[in-house]
C-alpha cells in the first residue's frame, strides 16, 4: 500500500486533517484501532475558530444545527442565583460565530467522517499501527487489520492523530513533560430535572470546586464537568456514579432529579507537551502533541487547528510547489502555541477552582456582581473572546510573518473579520490558496496581476472602507498576502507585488 500520507488516529484531529487533504488533492491512508467513530460525547465545545475551518469545508451550518448554542451563563452560589451573563453574541463584530457551540464529539467525529466517505474515502477501521521507521526518502509503517494480518504502508509522511498515550510519539522518542493535577475530575452526561431554562450554560461557585453543567442537544440533557474535593481517598477508577451524584448535589444546594445516566467517567488532567511537533517526515497533532485541563474547552478545537496549520504547508511540497523546508514552520508555529495553551488553561482552571484564598474570595465574593458589568464592556469582550475562541491565536514572531508597513494589525495575525456587501470577507476565501488582497482607497488602479505571482494566489480588490480602515488603523492602501490558512503572511503599503513575490520565493524556497 503506498500514498503520500498516513494519518494515525482518527478522532476529531485525524478526520478533520483528512477533510483538509481532500480539499487540497493529497492521497492519504487513516488508520485506527476503534471499530468506529466514538459513541460517545467527550470533548463537547467548538469555537469560532473551528467554526471558520469548517465553513471552507462546508460544515459550519451543519456543526452549528446539530449543536446548541449557549446563549447565556448563570453564575450560581449557595443554592441561589448571583448573575446571568448574555453570551449569544458575545464576539460580535470579531467572528461569523461569536458564541460557543455544544456539539459532543460523537457527533462531530460522525460528521466528519460522512464528508471523507463523501468523497469516496474511508476510514480502515479495527487496524493498527505496529511499527514504523523513517529514511531520507519517505517512512514505512506495518499496520495490523481486522483479520490480524499484517500489511505494509508506504508512505511519503506520517502525522500521529493517536492521542494522549501516542504510539507515534513514544516511536520517536520525543519528551512529554509537565504535571498533574492531584484532584480527581468526573464527567457525566445526564438528564436533569430543575426550575433553569435549558440554552444556558450553569457555573457553580464554590472556594476550591470546580462544578458547571453544560447544555447539550435534548430537552433536559446536560453534560456535568467537576472535581471532587481534595483530600478524596480513592484512585478514579474505583468511584461510583451515585458517589458523585451525591458530591454534585451537596455542592449545588437546590432541588434537583438527575436521571438517564448516559456516560460517566473520572480522570485525573494532565498537562504537558513535547518538546516538538516533528522529527523527519512524522508529525504530531492533537492530544499526541498536548494535554491539558478542560478549562475553557481548548483541547480539540487545537487539534483541528494543528491539522490545520500543517495541512497546507504539507499540500505544497507534496505538490511540488514548495520545499521541505516550510514544514519546520509547522513545528516553529504550533509549539510555540501548545506552550501558550497550557499557561492559559491552567490560568484559566486557577481562576474557576483554585485553592488560592484571595483568588477563591474574589471567585465567590466578588465576581457575580460585576460579571455582567464587565461582559458588557467592549474592551473586555475584545479581551476575553478572542483568547477563548482561539481567533486571537497569531504567529507573529514566525519564520513565514513578514511586515513591509506598521499596521494595527501584523503578519501573523489571522485575517481580521468583518462584513462586505453583507457577505463575510471568509465567504471570498475558502479556496485552498494565497490570496493577495489590495485594500484600495481609490488611488490604485485595479491591474490584472495574477500572472505576476506565479499563478500562486487569487487577487482581490477591497474598497478601503471606513469599518476596514478602523480595524487596520489606516486610510491609505495597503495589501496582505494571505496564506492558504487565512493567517496573513505578508503585509505592505501601497500595491506591493514584488514584495508579495519575494516573500512567496523566500517561503516557498
Given at each position: 500500500?503506498?500514498?503520500?500520507?498516513?494519518?494515525?488516529?482518527a478522532?476529531?484531529?485525524?478526520?478533520?486533517?483528512?477533510?483538509?487533504?481532500?480539499?487540497?488533492?493529497?492521497?492519504?491512508?487513516?488508520?485506527?484501532?476503534?471499530?468506529?467513530?466514538?459513541?460517545?460525547?467527550?470533548?463537547?465545545?467548538?469555537?469560532?475558530?473551528?467554526?471558520?475551518?469548517?465553513?471552507?469545508?462546508?460544515?459550519?451550518?451543519?456543526?452549528?444545527?446539530?449543536?446548541?448554542?449557549?446563549?447565556?451563563t448563570?453564575?450560581?452560589?449557595?443554592?441561589?442565583?448571583?448573575?446571568?451573563?448574555?453570551?449569544?453574541?458575545?464576539?460580535?463584530?470579531?467572528?461569523?460565530?461569536?458564541f460557543?457551540?455544544?456539539?459532543?464529539?460523537?457527533?462531530?467525529?460522525?460528521?466528519?467522517?460522512?464528508?471523507?466517505?463523501?468523497?469516496?474515502?474511508?476510514?480502515?477501521?479495527?487496524?493498527?499501527?505496529?511499527?514504523?521507521?523513517?529514511?531520507?526518502?519517505?517512512?514505512?509503517?506495518?499496520?495490523?487489520?481486522?483479520?490480524?494480518?499484517?500489511?505494509?504502508?508506504?508512505?511519503?509522511?506520517?502525522?500521529?492523530?493517536?492521542?494522549?498515550?501516542?504510539?507515534?510519539?513514544?516511536?520517536?522518542?520525543?519528551?512529554?513533560?509537565?504535571?498533574?493535577?492531584?484532584?480527581?475530575?468526573?464527567?457525566?452526561?445526564?438528564?436533569?430535572?430543575?426550575?433553569?431554562?435549558?440554552?444556558?450554560?450553569?457555573?457553580?461557585?464554590?472556594?476550591?470546586?470546580?462544578?458547571?453543567?453544560?447544555?447539550?442537544?435534548?430537552?433536559?440533557?446536560?453534560?456535568?464537568?467537576?472535581?471532587?474535593?481534595?483530600?478524596?481517598?480513592?484512585?478514579?477508577?474505583?468511584?461510583?456514579?451515585?458517589?458523585?451524584?451525591?458530591?454534585?448535589?451537596?455542592?449545588?444546594?437546590?432541588?434537583?432529579?438527575?436521571?438517564?445516566?448516559?456516560?460517566?467517567?473520572?480522570?485525573?488532567?494532565?498537562?504537558?507537551?513535547?518538546?516538538?511537533?516533528?522529527?523527519?517526515?512524522?508529525?504530531?497533532?492533537?492530544?499526541?502533541?498536548?494535554?491539558?485541563?478542560p478549562?475553557?474547552?481548548?483541547?480539540?478545537?487545537?487539534?483541528?487547528?494543528?491539522?490545520?496549520?500543517?495541512?497546507?504547508k504539507?499540500?505544497?511540497?507534496?505538490?511540488?510547489?514548495?520545499?521541505?523546508?516550510?514544514?519546520?514552520?509547522?513545528?516553529?508555529?504550533?509549539?510555540?502555541?501548545?506552550?501558550?495553551?497550557?499557561?492559559?488553561?491552567?490560568?484559566?482552571?486557577?481562576?474557576?477552582a483554585?485553592?488560592?484564598?484571595?483568588?477563591?474570595?474574589?471567585?465567590?465574593?466578588?465576581?457575580?456582581?460585576?460579571?455582567?458589568?464587565l461582559?458588557?464592556?467592549d474592551f473586555?469582550?475584545?479581551?476575553?473572546?478572542?483568547?477563548?475562541?482561539?481567533?486571537?491565536?497569531?504567529?507573529?514572531?514566525?519564520?513565514?510573518?513578514?511586515?513591509?508597513?506598521?499596521?494595527?494589525?501584523?503578519?501573523?495575525?489571522?485575517?481580521?473579520?468583518?462584513?462586505?456587501?453583507?457577505?463575510?470577507?471568509?465567504?471570498?476565501?475558502?479556496?485552498?490558496?494565497?490570496?493577495?488582497?489590495?485594500?484600495?482607497?481609490?488611488?490604485?488602479?485595479?491591474?490584472?496581476?495574477?500572472?505576476?505571482?506565479?499563478?500562486?494566489?487569487?487577487?482581490?480588490?477591497?474598497?478601503?472602507?471606513?469599518h476596514?480602515?478602523?480595524?487596520?488603523?489606516?486610510?491609505?492602501?495597503?495589501?496582505?498576502?494571505?496564506?492558504?490558512?487565512n493567517?496573513?503572511?505578508?503585509?505592505?503599503?501601497?500595491?506591493?507585488?514584488?514584495?508579495?513575490?519575494?516573500?512567496?520565493?523566500?517561503?516557498?524556497?
Amino acid at each position: 500500500m503506498q500514498t503520500d500520507v498516513l494519518i494515525v488516529g482518527a478522532g476529531p484531529t485525524g478526520l478533520a486533517l483528512a477533510c483538509q487533504f481532500i480539499r487540497y488533492g493529497v492521497d492519504f491512508i487513516i488508520i485506527d484501532k476503534k471499530e468506529t467513530t466514538t459513541p460517545y460525547s467527550k470533548a463537547i465545545g467548538v469555537h469560532a475558530r473551528t467554526l471558520e475551518i469548517y465553513e471552507q469545508i462546508g460544515l459550519a451550518e451543519r456543526a452549528i444545527a446539530e449543536g446548541t448554542i449557549a446563549g447565556k451563563t448563570r453564575l450560581l452560589e449557595e443554592g441561589e442565583l448571583r448573575a446571568e451573563i448574555d453570551l449569544s453574541k458575545f464576539g460580535e463584530g470579531l467572528s461569523a460565530y461569536p458564541f460557543l457551540l455544544i456539539l459532543e464529539q460523537g457527533r462531530h467525529e460522525t460528521m466528519l467522517h460522512e464528508r471523507i466517505t463523501s468523497n469516496n474515502r474511508d476510514v480502515m477501521w479495527h487496524t493498527e499501527l505496529t511499527t514504523f521507521s523513517q529514511t531520507a526518502d519517505g517512512v514505512t509503517a506495518e499496520i495490523k487489520g481486522p483479520d490480524g494480518a499484517a500489511q505494509t504502508v508506504s508512505a511519503k509522511y506520517l502525522v500521529g492523530c493517536d492521542g494522549a498515550k501516542s504510539t507515534i510519539r513514544h516511536g520517536l522518542g520525543l519528551e512529554f513533560g509537565g504535571g498533574t493535577f492531584e484532584r480527581i475530575f468526573y464527567v457525566a452526561d445526564v438528564d436533569i430535572d430543575w426550575e433553569y431554562s435549558h440554552e444556558a450554560l450553569n457555573i457553580n461557585l464554590s472556594k476550591d470546586n470546580l462544578l458547571a453543567f453544560f447544555p447539550l442537544p435534548g430537552e433536559k440533557h446536560y453534560r456535568i464537568v467537576g472535581n471532587l474535593p481534595e483530600g478524596t481517598q480513592k484512585d478514579e477508577g474505583e468511584l461510583l456514579y451515585e458517589e458523585i451524584e451525591e458530591v454534585i448535589k451537596a455542592e449545588l444546594k437546590i432541588r434537583m432529579d438527575i436521571s438517564n445516566v448516559n456516560w460517566f467517567s473520572t480522570y485525573k488532567v494532565h498537562t504537558r507537551h513535547v518538546t516538538k511537533f516533528s522529527v523527519g517526515r512524522c508529525f504530531l497533532a492533537g492530544d499526541s502533541a498536548h494535554i491539558h485541563s478542560p478549562a475553557g474547552a481548548q483541547g480539540m478545537n487545537t487539534g483541528i487547528q494543528d491539522g490545520y496549520n500543517l495541512a497546507w504547508k504539507l499540500a505544497l511540497v507534496l505538490n511540488g510547489r514548495s520545499s521541505a523546508e516550510i514544514l519546520n514552520s509547522y513545528n516553529e508555529e504550533r509549539l510555540a502555541n501548545a506552550i501558550r495553551l497550557l499557561k492559559t488553561t491552567d490560568r484559566m482552571f486557577q481562576l474557576g477552582a483554585g485553592e488560592e484564598w484571595f483568588t477563591s474570595w474574589v471567585r465567590v465574593h466578588i465576581f457575580p456582581y460585576v460579571a455582567n458589568l464587565l461582559t458588557r464592556m467592549d474592551f473586555v469582550k475584545r479581551a476575553i473572546f478572542p483568547l477563548v475562541s482561539q481567533i486571537g491565536i497569531n504567529y507573529r514572531d514566525a519564520s513565514l510573518s513578514m511586515n513591509d508597513v506598521d499596521l494595527k494589525v501584523k503578519a501573523g495575525d489571522r485575517m481580521p473579520y468583518f462584513v462586505l456587501d453583507g457577505r463575510s470577507i471568509y465567504d471570498w476565501l475558502r479556496e485552498p490558496t494565497f490570496h493577495f488582497i489590495i485594500f484600495n482607497d481609490g488611488s490604485a488602479p485595479q491591474a490584472q496581476i495574477t500572472d505576476d505571482l506565479g499563478g500562486m494566489a487569487d487577487v482581490h480588490y477591497i474598497p478601503l472602507y471606513p469599518h476596514i480602515a478602523e480595524i487596520f488603523d489606516t486610510d491609505q492602501t495597503f495589501c496582505v498576502l494571505l496564506r492558504p490558512d487565512n493567517y496573513i503572511g505578508y503585509i505592505a503599503s501601497g500595491v506591493n507585488v514584488d514584495g508579495s513575490k519575494e516573500y512567496l520565493r523566500k517561503v516557498l524556497s
